[in-house]
């Protein structure tokens, strides 16, 4: 059973505009969310992240939305590069014993120029 | 500062050869990782150690061993390869629980 939740394998947004990647998860004792980038044939680097104790965290051009409620976290890109161009992972993680980080499948976004 | 690297960069075996790729790092983390990446399937952890000596199993265990005899390397095996074992392998590091610093990748086909 998938714990985290890339319902969208893919995403195209026109240069400069906004680019928003979603994850939804289903294990309410995660507190503690990242998000990575992935090029291809480089290791995912990463991004982001938020505690569960907040509900946005912004990085210049990049903002993490947490919606705890709903168990939905969102990833804006303002405004969206064609280098930002790659796989966006989102992750969870319990900080509470001792288990890993949980990765959703990713979403491809392409930003055209 | 190297961060993680991987041996090898890219490998070809033949159903049932064995082989170990090689994890190292150069911060000092305490936490080191294995995962594989497929189409579609995103990240899964295959093994990880919380410490120096120390191993536990992941998400996809099944036919890969790991050791951890030093701080600083983590060596993940296959000791009889399987064309299901076909992939990308991602090591990575950490010095707590969270944020991870993935090597560059091994790409292994297993004919």
């Known amino acids: 059973d998938q714990q985290v939740k890339q319902n969208s394998p893919s995403l195209s947004v026109q240069e400069g505009r906004i680019s928003i990647l979603n994850c939804d998860y289903t294990?309410?004792?995660?507190?503690?969310f990242l998000w990575y980038k992935k090029y291809p044939a480089e290791g995912p680097t990463f991004l982001i992240s938020i505690s569960s104790i907040k509900d946005k965290n912004e990085d210049g051009r990049f903002t993490v939305f947490l919606n705890k409620s709903a168990k939905h976290l969102s990833l804006h890109i303002v405004p969206s590069q064609p280098g930002d161009s790659a796989v966006y992972f989102c992750?969870?993680?319990?900080?509470?014993?001792?288990?890993?980080?949980?990765f959703g499948k990713g979403t491809r976004l392409s930003v055209i120029a | 500062n190297a961060g993680v690297t991987q041996t090898p960069k890219f490998r070809v075996l033949k159903t049932g050869q064995s082989m170990t790729l090689l994890c190292a790092q150069d911060?000092?983390?305490?936490?080191m990782y294995w995962y594989r990446q497929d189409p579609g399937m995103g990240l899964r952890l295959i093994h990880y150690s919380v410490g120096e000596g120390t191993t536990a199993k992941g998400e996809v265990p099944d036919g890969y061993n790991v050791s951890r005899l030093k701080k600083q390397n983590f060596l993940l095996g296959l000791e009889s390869a399987a064309p299901s074992q076909t992939s990308v392998y991602f090591c990575a590091s950490s010095y707590s629980r969270g944020g991870r610093n993935f090597g560059p990748g091994t790409r292994l086909t297993v004919t």
């Open positions: 294990n309410s004792m995660f507190d503690y």
């Open positions: 911060m000092n983390h305490e936490y």
């Open positions: 992750a969870a993680l319990r900080n509470s014993g001792n288990t890993p980080l949980v």
